[in-house]
T-cell receptor, first 110, second 115 residues
Framework: GQNIDQPTEMTATEGAIVQINCTYQ??????LFWYQQHAGEAPTFLSY????GLEEKGRFSSFLSRSKGYSYLLLKELQMKDSASYLC???????????FGSGTKLNVKP | DAGVIQSPRHEVTEMGQEVTLRCKPI?????LFWYRQTMMRGLELLIY????????DSGMPEDRFSAKMPNASFSTLKIQPSEPRDSAVYFC?????????????FGNGTRLTVT
């Protein structure tokens, strides 16, 4: 089975930096995905980490520590359009199964 | 690339009626997933297929739910009979599974309301 833990909600100011954490326990591990979901829309792929360390992609970066079962998504220079839910999804040993965390709702304020 | 296509976008039905949700995955993707999303339970994996074969349906809530994938370009999720607690957004997603980093691509979802 899987245990995925994320904060329920966060608030940050436009232009600031915010870090969204995810801890997980899986039976086997084949990398971790982050998805963004705007209200009323489908989740969309943001990033994938399979090795430890930081992966940077523009304003968004994702970090993974496999030994700690921990990942975070770092959003820089926040914009209002970044207001969304961010979902963490570790891919377990049985690679085909994708379970998602409950998501972190990020509110960006002016 | 048209993306994953789901129909209908919205479905309102009365308790006891049969509901059929449809999904066309991205051409060439060999894995297909059905999810259900509610405020209370988040995004739940119901069932997934690999090469049109159901691999794991342990997430299907009960016998009222069934899913089929008769060919590589079409899948259905059926609820019979429907109940108010089935009200949710149902997402279909597909993946190429070419490598470990192959992400899921989601359809726009079907918002189901059972009264």
């Amino acid at each position: 089975g899987q245990n995925i833990d994320q904060p329920t909600e966060m608030t940050a100011t436009e232009g600031a930096i915010v870090q969204i954490n995810c801890t997980y326990q899986t039976s086997g591990f084949n990398g971790l995905f982050w998805y963004q979901q705007h209200a009323g829309e489908a989740p969309t792929f943001l990033s994938y980490n399979v090795l430890d360390g930081l992966e940077e992609k523009g304003r968004f970066s994702s970090f993974l520590s496999r030994s700690k079962g921990y990942s975070y998504l770092l959003l820089k220079e926040l914009q209002m359009k970044d207001s969304a839910s961010y979902l963490c999804a570790p891919a377990p040993g049985n690679f085909n199964k994708f379970y998602f965390g409950s998501g972190t709702k990020l509110n960006v304020k002016p | 690339d048209a993306g994953v296509i789901q129909s209908p976008r919205h479905e309102v039905t009365e308790m006891g009626q049969e509901v059929t949700l449809r999904c066309k995955p991205i051409s060439g993707h060999n894995s297909l997933f059905w999810y259900r999303q509610t405020m209370m339970r988040g995004l739940e994996l119901l069932i997934y297929f690999n090469n049109n074969v159901p691999i794991d349906d342990s997430g299907m809530p009960e016998d009222r739910f069934s899913a089929k994938m008769p060919n590589a370009s079409f899948s259905t999720l059926k609820i019979q009979p429907s109940e108010p607690r089935d009200s949710a957004v149902y997402f279909c997603a597909s993946s190429s599974q070419e490598s470990l980093g192959s992400p899921l691509h989601f359809g726009n979802g079907t918002r189901l309301t059972v009264t």
